[in-house]
């Protein structure tokens, strides 16, 4: 009936969240389409106007265009036509010309030429008459195939029989000039010469840009067929242009006007800023409607989701709970609880509350919730908080942290909260801690005492007659060396843990890493009455390491090694290469490690608890170091041991491999 009612209650839900989902959907939806639909259609109609104004706009600089054409067509016809009357007079006179007869005519002519600077007349391509003569004397008898700059066009008059414009050009009498050529051909095609005039550019052009600026034109001139830029002005950006090609003697040009875009006006910049309100105040009328309807469908989503939610809660959570009436029958239990004791949510409802708990813990159980009860009424406090033990079903116990209080209650029935926190880790750490903190206060208590009584003894003075300082000096420096060696392991722990460890690793030879460490640790060996052996290949490997860290690792699993080892024993230390690795093994001949004890090894602060391991003392930190200090330099750490039989303890690093080769091994002592 429970699961009926649950599915019934999911599906009224899921309908509910349904439909609040799309009126959620449509409240953000529908009025942004609406303001986008009614901003879109204005920003269209404002854009038609505007693009109706710019229209008319490129309509009047065409005409502009083609007024200020005409302008420089009359402009250069005036020189143009002068030219052609003198062509026709020269022919009419078969080419025999007197100075006194056209001086007067050509000064009249360049007179009435507005633009023209100078007209000249070549014979055979020699120049003879100028006009005007004055400033012009040095060009009389300039004869043009002399000349390289002028000669090409000329050559190309004569050879097409047809006029040519070129320009504009810069004149050695200062300024730029347009110069129009013309051949004169007699009868029978004898070719005459060449009558040129030099147009003013500068007065033409100024011409020009006085129309244009009266019309508030920017204006180029270009030459398409050579690429030549005639007349340039400043661009204008976005500006509306247009173009017209225009035909000179010779060439084409091409004409292009442009201007500046009028501003929108204030009639269109009214209605935009008129219609953004609009669709803006629609648009939040529309939303508040919209939010209003999903305000009443989330009431009462809000209701189901919070009844949805305290059940996938009391489901789904990872701590144990149970909802129980006061007779301690069960009402509601969680996945939770039920995995944390092993049982089945069946075989809990075949049993009490009271049933799961320990003897001991019973009672207290029974003293809470009587407690609870009394100050339900006269206190604000209705829960308890308690360790106790419950019987798991493989028997084992599992120690827990419980909250247990009044949830419901009226005059009928009263329904209790359970809450059950598995804390068997926590008590785990715990005594791992409290182990810690003996085994310190054991390794710290031991090197102190040695210490402070070579102190006391030396400040008696009652060493003065017996020769015996240098000893106690000795047994102080030993021990304080221990202190020293304590200390640097528990800061460099705190350094690995919180990742500050530096490393300066660079491309050496491992052997004389392992000779120096042997060397280091000869003393210590003889203290246990063991000796060191080495065996080596014969190359030295190269290895990228922190020469310092992995003297570090060596001492301490040469240490390792004597502290374990019967007296009178070897300890063999070998090398072990392969192709991208080379692995060191130190073997030693004590009693050896269980299996089920190895993986405590290499943990933090963790020993193995026989009775000679606490003999030898320690603080269980050193294979701990080792393993982060290897595996920062990229190796691996490990032992293989088995009881009565030693332990070898073994680490891999990455070989490097050089050009010229690996370097021989060195001579190395052994013993």
């Known amino acids: 009936m429970r699961s009926i009612r649950q599915d019934q209650a999911g599906t ?32 269209l109609a404002i854009k038609g106007n505007h693009n109706q104004l710019r229209n008319q706009q490129l309509q009047q600089l065409g005409k ?11 402009e250069l016809n005036a020189s143009i036509y002068l030219v052609n009357g003198l062509q026709a007079y020269v022919e009419s006179k078969s080419g025999n010309l007197r100075a ?66 070129v320009g504009p050009l810069a004149l050695e009498q200062g300024g730029n000039g347009l ?72 060439h084409r040009w091409e004409i292009t006007g442009a ?20 669709a803006l105040l629609t648009t939040i009328l529309l939303a508040r409607f919209l939010r209003s309807i999903k305000a009443h469908a989330q009431t009462l989503l809000a209701l189901r989701e919070h009844q949805e939610r305290f059940a996938r809660m009391f489901t789904t959570s990872p701590q144990g709970l149970a909802l129980l009436d006061d007779e301690g029958h069960w009402i509601e239990i969680n996945t939770s609880f039920c995995l944390m004791l092993g049982y089945t949510a069946a075989d809990i409802h075949q049993a009490r509350l009271i049933d799961l708990f320990t003897p001991e813990a019973r009672v207290q159980l029974l003293n809470h919730m009587q407690d609870i009860r009394n100050d339900y009424v006269s206190h604000t406090d209705h829960s308890r ?88 000096l000795q047994i102080a420096v030993q021990n304080s060396e221990k202190l020293a060696r304590l200390i640097n392991d528990l800061l460099d722990m705190d350094k690995l843990i919180a990742g500050k460890m530096e490393f300066d690793s660079t491309i050496q030879p491992l052997l004389p890493l392992i000779e120096k460490a042997l060397e280091s640790n000869q003393y210590y060996a ?35 090694a004597a502290k374990f080892s019967p007296p009178h024993s070897e300890i063999l230390i070998s090398l072990l290469l392969e192709a991208d690795r080379v692995q060191v093994t130190i073997q030693d001949q004590g009693t050896g490690i269980a299996k089920d004890q190895q993986h405590k090894l290499f943990k ?25 200090l290897i595996e920062r330099m990229g190796g691996s750490i490990g032992v293989n041991s088995s009881p009565g039989q030693g332990s070898c303890f073994y680490f891999s690093l990455p070989r490097v491999v050089v050009e010229e080769g690996e370097f021989p091994a060195p001579n190395i002592r052994k013993g």
């Open 12 to 43: 009224v839900s899921g309908d509910i969240s349904q439909r609040t989902r799309w009126l959620k959907l449509a409240s953000l939806a529908l009025p942004i389409v609406l303001f986008i639909f009614m901003v879109s259609a204005l920003e």
């Open 64 to 74: 502009d265009i083609a007024d200020l054409s005409r302008l420089l067509e009359q």
């Open 100 to 165: 006194e007869e056209i001086a007067p005519w050509l000064t009249n002519l360049q007179a009435r030429g507005r633009h023209i600077r100078n007209i000249g007349i070549a014979p055979d391509n020699r120049i003879a008459y100028m006009f005007p003569l004055t400033g012009n004397e040095k060009a009389v008898g300039l004869y043009y195939p002399d000349n390289p700059k002028q000669w090409p066009d000329i050559e190309k008059v004569i050879q097409t029989r047809r006029a040519n414009l």
């Open 179 to 250: 110069i129009y050529r013309s051949p004169v051909f007699l009868e029978n095609d004898h070719y005459w010469g060449i009558i040129s005039v030099v147009i003013n550019a500068d007065t033409l052009f100024k011409r020009l840009f006085t129309y244009a600026d009266e019309h508030s034109l920017v204006l180029n001139i270009s030459d398409p067929d050579s690429g030549k830029i005639v007349l340039a002005s400043n661009a204008v950006m976005g500006a509306i242009q247009t173009r017209q090609i225009m035909e000179v003697p010779g």
């Open 259 to 278: 201007v500046a875009p009028l501003p929108m006006n204030s009639t269109l910049i009214s209605l935009r800023i008129g219609g953004w309100l609009v």
């Open 385 to 472: 908080q308690f360790e106790a033990r419950l019987i798991r079903s493989d028997g084992q116990w599992l120690t827990s942290f419980i909250t247990l209080g009044i949830c419901y209650r009226s005059n009928e029935e009263t329904h209790w909260l359970l809450q059950m926190l598995d804390i068997s880790e926590r008590t785990r750490l715990d005594q791992l801690k409290n182990e810690f903190v003996s085994i310190v206060s054991h390794e710290l208590r031991t090197p102190l005492t040695a210490i402070m009584g070579s102190l006391k003894l030396m400040a008696s003075g009652k060493l003065e007659h017996h020769g015996g300082t240098e000893k106690i």
């Open 526 to 560: 003889q203290q246990y009455q063991v000796s060191y052996r080495l065996q080596v290949p014969s190359t030295s490997p190269l290895v990228n390491v922190d020469a310092l860290r992995l003297q570090q690792v060596l001492t301490n699993l040469l240490s390792n």
């Open 604 to 628: 933090k602060f963790s020993q193995i608890d026989s009775s000679s391991t606490r003999q030898k003392g320690g603080t269980g930190l050193g294979l701990a170091i080792s393993k982060e």
